[in-house]
């Protein structure tokens, strides 16, 4: 089983911010450079005033909350199920079976700070327990066949059949807080589906979808 977090809010301080003062205090008071931080909307809001896209930027939250439901999950921990993180910059997360990453949010950053940076976790082993490569969501989605969009705006699915999707295509969650996916591939509303009438959080329909699937391979 197969999900991945699409266009995710996660990414680097862009070089266009590196110089704003909210910036260099940030970088200054963390002795990291910018370029090696995390943008987080939480801290740099003042400084994302004219960025791009800004409304679905700065999140690292929402990556972190579903990584955690995920990868501590029975379909987890059973090998069951496989999360793929591709970030807003085109960059694809790999995780590998049986990691879990830190609770703690603090030490996630860091983490997500030393794998943009370095590309690897840990930036030595020849199986890493995390990597991270240049990639298009178009070329990720292409390596697994039949997918689902999840979208507000798909036609609605019982948690039954939402099951049965999961376990035979590959899901696709937003992984950012607000607007529509960027990419054409995930504007074809023939594939979109969603479970209830509100919207709703990544890492709820994450936690929704995962639950369903357990029940349906009885593993709780």
């Given amino acids: 089983m197969n999900i991945v977090l699409a266009e995710s809010s996660l990414e680097t301080v862009p070089r266009e911010l590196w110089s704003h003062p909210v910036i260099v205090r940030d970088s200054r008071r963390r002795g990291r450079p910018p370029w090696r931080m995390l943008l987080d909307k939480a801290r740099h ?19 972190h909350m579903s990584m955690l439901v995920a990868l501590y999950s029975p379909l ?3 090998g069951v199920l496989r999360l793929y993180v591709h970030t807003i910059a085109d960059r694809v997360i790999y995780v590998g079976e049986g990691v879990r990453i830190p609770k703690n949010y603090n030490n996630f950053v860091g983490l997500m700070e030393q794998l943009l940076s370095l590309g690897k976790v840990p930036p030595n082993a020849e199986r890493p327990l995390l990597r991270v490569e240049r990639m298009t969501l178009d070329r990720l989605l292409d390596a697994f066949g039949d997918y689902v969009v999840m979208h507000e705006m798909g036609r609605r ?3 039954g059949k939402l099951a ?3 376990v035979s295509s590959t899901v696709v969650i937003g992984g950012f807080p607000h607007g529509d996916y960027d990419s054409p591939r995930l504007h074809d509303r023939d594939r979109w589906v969603r479970i209830g009438d ?6 709820q329909v994450l936690e929704r ?11 709780v």
């Fill in 76 to 78: 987890a921990l059973n």
């Fill in 198 to 203: 509100a919207a709703m959080d990544a890492w």
């Fill in 45 to 63: 809001y003042r400084a994302m005033g004219g960025l791009p896209r800004k409304e679905k930027r700065g999140r690292p939250d929402i990556v």
């Fill in 157 to 159: 699915l019982d948690l």
């Fill in 164 to 166: 049965d999707l999961a």
């Fill in 209 to 219: 979808i995962v639950v369903a699937v357990e029940a349906r391979l009885g593993l």
